[in-house]
């Protein structure tokens, strides 16, 4: 049984109103709704990551 990981990245942009959170729920969100997840004859693993602008850092992080 083959796995596969599949990763949902979010920009946050300088200024945005959009919290890191937000951010990461719409990420997590879009896993779900397009079942990025559903491969059939593997094991999938979904993330979500969100990328700071300004700190030009990797902000927010969690498994789906």
């Known amino acids: 049984n083959k796995s596969?990981?599949?990763f949902e990245f979010k920009f946050r942009k300088t200024g945005s109103a959009k919290t890191a959170e937000d951010l990461l729920n719409e990420a997590l969100q879009q896993i779900?709704?397009?079942q990025y997840t559903q491969i059939p004859d593997r094991k999938v693993k979904g993330y979500a990551l969100v990328f700071d602008q300004e700190t030009?850092?990797?902000v927010a992080f969690k498994q789906s």
């Open 4 to 6: 596969t990981l599949v």
């Open 32 to 34: 779900k709704e397009k």
């Open 56 to 58: 030009k850092k990797f």
